[in-house]
């Protein structure tokens, strides 16, 4: 964790991925009439003396390059199952490392380290909460998110979601190894048609299976999910949330 705290150390305001950062309350968590989706910042102001003492399984979840307009797709379906959702917010961060693909590899490794950080960084802010349930805490992550979310090497999660990536190195990385426990849940899912990481992708090197099955063939709690003629954007299939949604319910107190 040395390496993440020197990246963080790196920008001044890292603190405001964790402020400017989403977070989804479902319906009935303090007698609210319906789901709820505000900054930490919005939500410490509006609800300070709050006393929760329920605790909740949560979703941690990282946008990709986009930020973070799909990540509200999944923040709906998630808080009406009755999960808190959580999504830091790495566009608050001033200065920080883009890309525009293609580009060299140091410039998506950059990008990676920070990302990476962002998590490390993000769930020990989230620790604050009570009504956190600690050991029911998932990382999710979508393409650029995904795989600072598969490569995290923490141990705070209780599984992990990789959606539109394929834990592959190639174009986009070079050290890329699976950062989760062996026995840890692990869902991945990813179009047959994805323009970035399939098998079909005009930016890979050299050849790639275009999943995740490779990396996770000893993980025995690993699901992979491949979704024929979609693309990189998987929230568009039917079958997406779906997948998501029943991971977490499976998981949540197993």
Known sequence: MKELKKTIKKYENFEDTYKKGFIGIPKNFFNNNEALILTIEEFKEKFSDLKITKNYPTLFYMHGSAGFSYGKEYCKAIIEEGFIFFAP???????????????????????????VAEVFYNINRLKEFSFINIENIFLMGSSEGALAAAKYKGKEFKGRVVVA????????SRDFKIGAK???????????????????????EKKVNGHCAMALLEYKNAKVVLLPKTKHNVIENPYTIYEVVNFLKFWTNM
């Open 165 to 172: 990536y394929a834990c592959e190195n190639g174009y986009y």
């Open 182 to 204: 062996k026995k840890d849940p692990f869902l991945n899912i990813i179009g047959t048609h994805d323009q970035y990481f399939s098998k079909y992708s005009k930016y890979e």
């Open 89 to 115: 917010n790495s566009y608050e961060l001033k200065n920080r490392p883009t890309y525009k693909t293609p580009t060299k590899i140091r410039n998506y490794e950059e990008v990676h380290k920070v990302r």
